[in-house]
């Protein structure tokens, strides 16, 4: 798996990290945007706003996963 990795996906440092940068450091980045590399399968490169897949839509799990991030940061927003 890490020699694939290393051909068809991108680094954890720094490259790896730069769509999260991205996506945090943008000002006019439209809300609910996704963000991934842009080259081919958007497995490597660039960050951009990318399509994202179905799973990511799902409200039950969204709230769930916030749920959690709550729970394990002890954090809590209204939604």
Known sequence: MGVLNKVVAQSRRPAGALPTLFAATVPDLPGGAYIGPDGIGETRGNPRPVGSSAASHDR????????????????????
């Open 60 to 79: 039950r799990m969204q709230r769930a996963l916030w749920e959690r991030a709550e729970e394990l940061t002890r954090v809590t927003f209204p939604l």
